[in-house]
């Protein structure tokens, strides 16, 4: 099993900045694609950005050119820092990352952290 801790969040204002950071551990041999997704309460869950191993980024809309995604492959830790927040940023944040179930073959199992909150005030 793959375990995935995010950190970084908390409370800005707005106009403010915050850096999250999210780590794979346990039975990692290949992770492949690592994102970060956001749900508000009541609302659905919405993709933020992601990332493949190449460095190939892809943004959400809800990003607005203001959110730059990032990774360091030797640490499998993903990380998303977060410029210009808006009261509409608030929302709990939650780290996700793809890795082959098996060693052998190439089915991918996803895998979800236990998500971070962030809080943009007026």
């Known amino acids: 099993q793959v375990q995935l801790v995010e950190s970084g969040g908390g409370s800005v204002h707005s106009g403010g900045s915050l850096r999250l950071s999210c780590a794979a551990s346990?039975?990692?041999?290949?992770?492949?694609?690592m994102g970060w997704y956001r749900q508000a309460p009541g609302k659905e869950r919405e993709l933020v950005a992601l990332i493949l191993p190449s460095g190939s980024t892809k943004y959400g809309t809800s990003a607005e050119g203001r959110f730059t995604i990032s990774r360091d492959n030797a640490k499998n830790t993903v990380y998303l820092q977060m410029n210009s927040l808006k009261p509409e940023d608030t929302a709990d944040y939650f780290c996700n990352a793809f890795q082959r179930c098996t060693r052998e073959t190439g089915i991918e199992c996803e895998y979800w952290g236990q998500g971070t909150q962030v809080t943009v005030f007026s």
């Open positions: 346990g039975t990692v041999f290949s992770i492949d694609a």
